[in-house]
């Protein structure tokens, strides 16, 4: 899979993750791919959430982990 490949198929990831997101007033944006490694912004309620850890580790890194081939991890942009 080419760079472009993966960054469609974090996108596509990404858009299947929203909605659970959103549902909680939170919203999830992809700022890049870069060595390994997906760089997300959490916005709305999401910011200073308790829940933003487990969030972060169990919803959109175990994820993206799990379905993109690639991708090694995910960090969170302020």
């Not at 990831?13 to 992809?30: A, H, Q, S, T």
């Not at 490694?37 to 799990?66: P, R, W």
Request: net charge negative.
């Amino acid at each position: 899979m080419n760079y472009e490949e993966i960054i469609a198929e974090i996108k596509e990831v990404i858009k299947l993750i929203r909605p659970y997101i959103n549902r909680d007033g939170g919203d999830l944006e992809f700022v890049k791919f870069e060595d390994g490694i997906v760089y997300v912004k959490l916005q709305g309620a999401c910011v200073g959430c308790a829940g933003f850890e487990s969030t972060m580790s169990d919803l959109i890194e175990d994820t993206l982990l799990e379905r993109v081939p690639g991708v090694i991890g995910v960090e969170h942009i302020w």
